[in-house]
């Protein structure tokens, strides 16, 4: 059996070698690395990409969630309600703008942010909604811009992991892209997000004109004019040669989305076939919602033991995430305890990540799941 990776990024640069080299050289010849116009052009088409007005490139996803918070006025005193069952950055950011993560919990079926569980936590030091858009699928952003506006809070999406996840609204209209629907939407290039640079790199995007410039001081020291400084900011820009990369790889991602739907379809079909179905439990697409499958999650009992099998036989595997937000070391101060929020706590004992990248081959699809029939079946 060969080796089947939880991602092939050679794969995904091979056929595009030519086009990224010439980009990469243009920006290596005209020695301008800072901003320019790769970046002022890769935010134009990524605006119009998920259909914002604004967007502004910064250094990373993580920082794009600290500047939205840090436009918004986040600060000191303030709390930033998320999800305990997501990557680190998506509590992380309210810490760094001086103000306090607080957590609700999950939906089981999602894994997304349960916004009952939320309007339930929401106090006085409440100042924004963060839901996250795990492993590609929206949240429920009808039911966070219903408790945003009753209780006046910008709802700032993280959206890391869901570039080009459409949400449609039961309102009716046109389905709306992952991060476009609320006030700001924050989007990560980490190389193995759904566009992904040759290094780091982050962006917001919002349709609030004003926001857009506040970010775009904020990741320049907080000054438009240079040595004049309004606010203190960052040094969070995004170099000029990620963005040369990400403007070729950006009109791919569709199509890089749809293999990675029609995978996720054959591990349906296969698990069954494989009469797997009672056993592994399959990620479950919300009506409405254009799973991007960032990540192909199942729950499965024993999941450290068969996680360990697939390593053994060269099928990459990852939890996301084996340990909640909440119960993280360094958010001990918050008070948070066991048992506070156990759907996230559960699902953090039976998530396993399989191999979903666009390039997977059906062979290899067969693989993963024979490997998972003959150890449930030892
Ligand atoms: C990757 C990720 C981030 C952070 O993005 P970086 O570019 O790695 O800083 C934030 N939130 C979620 C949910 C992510 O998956």
Not at 185 to 198: A, H, I, V
Not at 210 to 234: I, P, S, T
Not at 300 to 307: E, G, I, M, N
Not at 355 to 378: C, G, K, M, R, W
Request: proline letters at 6%.
């Amino acid at each position: 059996m060969d080796p089947v990776p939880l991602l092939d990024l050679k794969a995904q640069f091979v056929p595009l070698r030519e086009e990224i080299n010439r980009a990469v050289n243009e920006i290596v010849e005209a020695q301008a690395f800072i901003l320019g116009q790769p970046v002022q052009l890769l935010e134009e088409e990524v605006a119009r990409f998920v259909g914002s007005t604004q967007a502004v490139g910064c250094a990373s996803g993580t920082d794009a969630l600290i500047l939205a918070l840090a436009a918004l006025g986040v600060g000191p005193g303030d709390e930033v309600l998320t999800s305990p069952f997501s990557f680190f950055s998506s509590a992380s950011c309210a810490y760094k703008v001086g103000a306090r993560p607080a957590f609700a919990d999950i939906d089981p079926r999602t894994f997304n942010l349960d916004p009952e569980k939320v309007d339930a936590a929401i106090g006085p030091r409440t100042r924004a909604l963060l839901p996250v858009h795990l492993f590609g699928q929206c949240a429920d952003m009808d039911a966070f811009r219903e408790i945003g506006s009753r209780r006046n809070l910008p709802v700032v999406e993280d959206a890391a992991q869901a570039l080009s996840a459409t949400y449609r609204s039961a309102a009716g209209g046109a389905a709306r892209h992952a991060g476009a629907v609320g006030e700001a939407g924050c989007y990560s290039f980490f190389p193995s997000k759904n566009l992904g640079g040759f290094g780091d790199g982050g962006m917001v995007v919002t349709s609030d004109a004003d926001l857009a410039e506040r970010l775009r001081l904020l990741r320049v020291h907080g000054g438009q004019q240079m040595y004049h400084h309004r606010w203190v900011g960052w040094n969070s820009r995004l170099d000029a040669l990620q963005a040369a990369v990400l403007r070729v790889k950006l009109p791919h991602v569709d199509g890089w989305i749809e293999e990675r739907r029609a995978n996720a379809d054959r591990y349906r079909r296969l698990f069954a076939e494989a009469g797997l179905e009672g056993t592994v439990g399959l990620p479950q697409a919300v009506a409405g919602r254009g799973h991007t499958f960032n990540q192909y999650v199942v729950r499965v009992p024993k999941r450290d033991a068969l996680r360990a099998f697939l390593a053994e036989r060269g099928i990459g595997v990852a939890v996301y995430y084996p340990l909640p937000l909440h119960l993280q070391p360094c958010f001990t101060y918050l008070g948070y305890h066991q048992g506070d929020f156990p759907v996230s706590e559960h699902a953090s004992r039976e998530v396993l990540a399989l191999p979903v990248f666009p390039e997977l081959t059906q062979d290899e699809q067969h693989e993963v799941v024979n490997a998972i029939a003959e150890f449930y079946s030892a």
